[in-house]
T-cell receptor, first 115, second 112 residues
Framework: NAGVMQNPRHLVRRRGQEARLRCSPMKGHSHVYWYRQLPEEGLKFMVYLQKENIIDESGMPKERFSAEFPKEGPSILRIQQVVRGDSAAYFC?????????????FGQGTRLTVV | DQQVKQNSPSLSVQEGRISILNCDYTNSMFDYFLWYKKYPAEGPTFLISISSIKDKNEDGRFTVFLNKSAKHLSLHIVPSQPGDSAVYFCAAPGGRDDKIIFGKGTRLHILP
């Protein structure tokens, strides 16, 4: 039973390029969360998705950032025209429906470096 | 509006002593709580949970206590070991659409 898989583990982009981060949830999980961790800071919620739906994107910057979780395939976090301030570790977590006793399981993260 | 709060950004504890990490919440509808542990450059890993029907849950060296009237929970680690040095996050499902809400974390340093 594979855990949450994120790829790539490390991603280097030049300013202005696009970054695409992928997250394959655990088998049977239909809920995906994306979090960002800046250096010396905690986890900052970005977006919460269920299959084909964005449920809560209150933590997403209004511009350049988008997320999707299609019916088939991984969830994608897309950052257009990256800037140095986007350099951070991005973590994906997945959970299954089953309120209230639901744990989320995290991937190992993608470390984005913008040069 | 921070519904799950960890007010201590960091904590240092001598090896062998007890580590106590605190978490407060504001939403009285929360009925399940989670603790995660995170090492640098790794994803958080689930550590222990507690349901609101209990006031204590124990797993080896880790015990979580829940005080519903005070809307407060704490994670006790005893005895503390060097490998316990990490960031600990408190979390609760039950935000809008059952979103899991995390605190900002407490960095625990175990001193030799």
């Amino acid at each position: 039973n594979a855990g949450v898989m994120q790829n790539p583990r490390h991603l280097v982009r030049r300013r202005g390029q696009e970054a695409r981060l992928r997250c394959s949830p655990m088998k049977g999980h239909s809920h995906v969360y994306w979090y960002r961790q800046l250096p010396e800071e905690g986890l900052k919620f970005m977006v919460y998705l269920q299959k084909e739906n964005i449920i809560d994107e209150s933590g997403m910057p209004k511009e350049r950032f988008s997320a999707e979780f299609p019916k088939e395939g991984p969830s994608i976090l897309r950052i257009q025209q990256v800037v140095r301030g986007d350099s951070a570790a991005y973590f994906c977590a997945s959970s299954s429906p089953g309120h209230p006793n639901t744990e989320a399981f995290f991937g190992q993260g993608t470390r984005l470096t913008v040069v | 509006d921070q519904q799950v709060k960890q007010n201590s950004p960091s904590l240092s504890v001598q090896e062998g002593r007890i580590s106590i990490l605190n978490c407060d919440y504001t939403n009285s509808m929360f009925d399940y709580f989670l603790w995660y542990k995170k090492y640098p450059a790794e994803g958080p890993t689930f550590l222990i949970s507690i349901s609101s029907i209990k006031d204590k849950n124990e797993d080896g060296r880790f015990t979580v206590f829940l005080n519903k009237s005070a809307k407060h929970l704490s994670l006790h680690i005893v005895p503390s070991q060097p490998g316990d040095s990490a960031v600990y996050f408190c979390a609760a499902p039950g935000g809008r659409d059952d979103k899991i809400i995390f605190g900002k974390g407490t960095r625990l340093h175990i001193l030799p």
